[in-house]
Nanobody, 124 residues
Framework: VQLVESGGGSVQAGGSLRLSCVAS????????MGWFRQAPGKEREFVAA????????NYADSVKARFTISRDNAKNTVYLQMNSLKTEDTAVYYC??????????????????WGQGTQVTVSS
């Protein structure tokens, strides 16, 4: 199984970025997908998740109304559209795949596979 993120970069506060994560080696629609992030000196934190069917999503309070997670099962790809970016959004962003129950979507320990991460830097 391989998850490959792309789309990170540097942007000014208030700007937008779209992250992509392409999955291979798994039945993509059978896996819930999540985005997590880790800032320097901080623990990894949940950002957003989407069910395998795309029928439900979940967001951290800190990104609600600014970030949107979506997926295209025909392309084995999950996206994270990030708008109104803030300096505190600076982190390495990871996508992850989970075969466990949706109830555990926010728990990174319940995810089976992880990407290598993509850096997002937001400057003031």
């Amino acid at each position: 199984v391989q998850l490959v993120e792309s789309g990170g970069g540097s942007v000014q506060a208030g700007g937008s970025l779209r992250l992509s994560c392409v999955a291979s080696g798994l039945i993509f629609s059978s896996f819930g997908m999540g985005w997590f992030r880790q800032a320097p000196g901080k623990e990894r934190e949940f950002v957003a998740a989407i069910r395998g069917s795309g029928s439900a999503t979940n967001y951290a309070d800190s990104v609600k109304a600014r970030f949107t997670i979506s997926r295209d099962n025909a392309k084995n790809t999950v996206y994270l559209q990030m708008n109104s970016l803030k300096t505190e959004d600076t982190a390495v962003y990871y996508c992850a795949a989970s075969s466990t129950h949706w109830y555990y979507a926010v728990d990174g320990h319940k995810y089976d596979y992880w990407g290598q991460g993509t850096q997002v830097t937001v400057s003031s």
